[in-house]
């Protein structure tokens, strides 16, 4: 219950500081009614993650009011190195995130913080070979060993974050750092069974990690890592 609570109380915190924000700020000075500074960005630490690596990159616009909203997608590659009877993944996370900036939005070559709201959605597929045990079986031997299926496994991922981090100008790039705290809700399911009714045996695989496997659907906390580049015009 603890570790479900505290993103949410977390998460409840920063909108609060968010929506503070937008109300003290007016539109009609330096506000969202002038224009908007558009950037690009790309992740290099994504396609290191040893769970969902992929090419995360995207396109927002900043304005000078101090506020940023951004859209982002991760194409996920089709291997995964420490997951050796991880195949075929295919998949796609789109994040949608809005950003305050704590200076304002001024200009400035020091380290500019921020916070941000940041909301993932991903979709998931990837064939595993994977260990089942029996439920129902005449051979005693069979039901304790178990035995092997290829399978296709499906996953959806939503989670929602609150993340803190700073910018710092490099020449005519901008590094981008940030970590968060958030809530994360999975649903995994399977396909391409040879017996659906059968239990999958998820403790006989060291590398579940990676692979998440296991069907079934949960709720966590997550803890979001990312480094970044961004190109404003």
Sequence with gaps: MICRTTPVLFLIALALGLSHGLRAQSVTDQGFASPGQPYVFISPLKTINPVNPGLLYGAGIKWPAGYAVE????????????????????????????????????????????????????????????????VTDTT????????????????????????????????????DLSIGLGWRWRRVRHSERIRQEDRYASFLRAEEWFTRNEPGQEVTFNIPLDLRLIYRW
């Design 71 to 134: 859209l982002g997608h991760l194409r996920l590659f089709e291997h995964i190195p420490r997951a050796p009877r991880v195949e075929d993944n295919r998949g796609n996370r789109f994040h949608l995130s809005l950003r305050r900036y704590l200076n304002k939005g001024e200009q400035t070559t020091a380290p500019t913080p921020y916070i941000q709201l940041r909301t993932d959605y991903l979709r998931r597929s990837h064939r595993s070979v994977a260990t089942f045990l029996p």
């Design 140 to 175: 005693e031997l069979f039901a304790l060993a178990g035995y092997q299926d290829s399978i296709r496994v499906h996953t959806t991922t939503l989670t929602v974050n609150g993340m803190v981090g700073f910018e710092y100008p490099v020449g005519r790039f901008i590094v």
